[in-house]
């Protein structure tokens, strides 16, 4: 059987002029695909095997190719966006008729030239497409323990959980609320710590270092802050954590962990209302 979006070894059945027509083993009454001229290897022979990559031409027809696609059914990969047309998006994957990533398909409006993590599906028209929902592709057996650290893509954010991330664009994650810092969102590449395994194989990640490693940074960018601010921050550790995290993007906690710090060192002063650079 031929297999859209798959890699297959097929034998060469029929020559014609404007190509080869390959099958199965077996099956070269059956369904066959052609090859056209310009894919066919140089000195290939009937009865030869050939790997190729099943997709569909432009005018929707079963094609083979000799190309390598950047991913195949079911996987994933980082693709460049070629053009944004009235219906969707077209994407490069390596092939003479280029991926449609269809509007409903995208998490966000992408643009020409930038890249995006998709997956390959085969719509309810049997064509081959791309989407940026990529959660139910992704593994979760993946090798990694609690404290390693790993690269991924963020590919969903929520207001309820935190943001989806895809571990070598691969293995499913979650940077839970908890661990949200900054302006994370959809398309960014992240540098986290694992800070749990669960049962099912998901990674809980953190883009913080453990608290003993992040208070000296936290206690760097504090000072950073407040020399924006002339020497003299407006606000205490006493603040509200919505303030806090706004302001400094760290926990309450945090941000006392790193005012304590430098209290201790003697670089700040505290007053009733402002944290003051020590001259």
């Not at 060469?12 to 066919?40: C, S, T």
């Not at 064509?127 to 929902?133: G, S």
Request: glycine residues 6%; hydrophobic residues 35%; proline residues 4%.
């Amino acid at each position: 059987m031929i297999h859209l979006g798959e890699k297959q070894e097929l034998k060469i059945i029929k020559k014609v002029e404007f190509g080869v027509y390959l099958a199965e083993e077996g099956a070269e009454g059956e369904e066959r695909v052609l090859l056209p001229k310009k894919q066919v290897p140089e000195g290939a022979a009937m009865g030869d095997t050939v790997e190729v990559f099943i997709y569909k031409d432009s005018r929707d027809r079963i094609i083979a190719t000799t190309n390598e696609p950047k991913l195949t059914l079911h996987g994933m990969a980082e693709l460049t966006v070629s053009q944004v047309g009235k219906f969707g998006a077209f994407l490069d994957w390596g092939l003479e008729k280029e991926l449609f990533l269809p509007f409903r398909e995208q998490t966000r409006k992408v643009r020409e030239g930038e890249s995006c993590l998709v997956a390959l599906y085969i719509d309810k028209s049997q064509r081959l497409c791309a989407t940026m929902n990529v959660y139910p592709y992704l593994e979760t057996d993946s090798p990694y323990q609690k404290d390693d650290r790993v690269t991924g893509r963020v590919y969903e954010t929520s207001k309820n959980f935190g943001a989806f991330v895809a571990v070598d664009n691969r293995y499913s994650a979650l940077i839970p609320l908890k661990e949200m810092y900054g302006d994370i969102k959809i398309g960014d590449e992240v540098s986290a710590r694992v800070t749990a395994v669960k049962p099912d194989g998901k990674l809980d990640l953190s883009v913080r270092e453990k608290a003993y490693l992040q208070m000296e940074k936290d206690a760097e960018k504090v000072m950073e802050v407040i020399e924006s601010f002339d020497g003299a921050l407006p606000f205490t550790d006493k603040a509200s954590p919505e303030v806090i995290r706004r302001e400094m993007q760290m926990s309450k906690n945090e941000f006392k962990r790193a005012v304590g710090h430098l209290l201790k060192e003697g670089r700040i002063r505290i007053t009733k209302k402002a944290i003051l650079k020590c001259k």
